[in-house]
């Protein structure tokens, strides 16, 4: 898989995303990723990318024609089916089921906007989808795109090393992750529970899942009501519970 990514800040995208899961990636030719960027594609003595928004008002707007231009330079670079994406404030809140579906394309165009964002004809004409990574604000795209990047990298077979799974990531199962636990055994007489030093694994994963619930429900209740629990679930849910009432 490609990503591309329209942006004023390319090294930003570039430089962050050589460390970690996304550089080893790359490394790899799991992924390829190249940045665009819009003033590039100015034609001006100034090289302007953005402009006074029609109507008035603070700030300031991104040009719709660097921007074209950027994102046909980004298309020809890629092939096979392609997907363009302006993340912004106004878009879908991306889900790890929205980042699954994104794992069927060969390539995946990011547009990260500046300012007060990007002409409304670009989204219109040029953009296929909006997302948008929670309901807060940030400075511009740049972020969002690599949030989006990393989190589609680790899905893709090969990028996670034997350590790490994709699978068993918190979100994929719709659960919170358990509490992880090394040495040494005591810190601040706060001791590890003893069921991870039994070398009991049915005991352990029984452990961890009822801790998966549990913190589920304490922490993301929202979670929990979306999700169909097993009976086995259910019980070791219901355990939990008990144990905190009781406490
Ligand atoms: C005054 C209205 N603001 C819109 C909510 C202005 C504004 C804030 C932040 C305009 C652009 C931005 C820049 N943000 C992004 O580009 C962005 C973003 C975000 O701010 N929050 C969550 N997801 C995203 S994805 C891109």
Redesign the pocket.
Known sequence: MRFDVVTLFPEMIMTAASYGITGRAQERGIVGLSAWNPRDYTTDRHRTVDDRPYGGGP?MVMKYQPLHDALTAAKQAGFGSVKVVY?????KPITQALLTEALKLQQLILV??????VDERFVELDCDDE???????????EL?ALVVIDAITRLLPGALGDEESAQQDSHVNGLLDCPHFTRPEQVDGKAVPDVLLSGNHADINRWRMKQALGKTWQKRPDLLRKKELTAEQEKLLKEFVNQVELN
């Open positions: 700030g993340l912004s404030p106004q878009g990260a906007g500046r300012y007060e964002g997302w948008s990574i929670g309901d807060y604000v940030i400075s511009g795209g969002a």
